[in-house]
């Protein structure tokens, strides 16, 4: 490793963009690494489930988003530094639960199915009457 691989690491960090939606794709948040949000869209459908649901759900997808964007970051360090990559993106604050990335596709294998409980409190089974 030379200093100027690092310096092409870092700056390539700065790029990675986390991105994820929700389970119904009505909230999409994207971040850059460490959860500084880019941009935040909330389709017409998520104004039905009332501000507390919208609110919620916002938040998990951001803190999804954060977790892929820290995931890569990691990644890339891990990539230019061996073992120490990852110590300096925890050094860094770039930490994440890698249940919030499970459903990522990895390399050298296929997207697995994800399940979800969309039975969760506040939301609603029906609006119709």
Aim: aromatic share 6%; glycine share 10%.
């Amino acid at each position: 490793m030379t200093e100027g691989d690092l310096a092409r690491a870092v700056a390539a960090v700065n790029e990675i963009v986390g991105k994820a939606s929700d389970p119904d794709r009505t909230v999409t948040v994207e971040v850059n690494v460490g959860g500084g949000l880019r941009s935040v869209r909330i389709g017409p459908h998520a104004m039905r489930y009332g501000a507390k649901y919208l609110a919620e759900t916002v938040l998990k997808t951001a803190q999804k988003a954060t977790a892929r964007a820290n995931e890569q970051a990691h990644e890339l360090y891990a990539s230019v530094l061996g073992a120490k990559g990852d110590r300096l993106a925890d050094q860094l604050g770039l930490t994440y639960d890698p249940a919030l990335t499970a459903d990522e596709p990895r390399r050298g294998r296929g997207r697995e199915p994800v399940a979800y409980n969309d039975d969760d409190e506040g939301y609603p089974e029906s609006w119709l009457r």
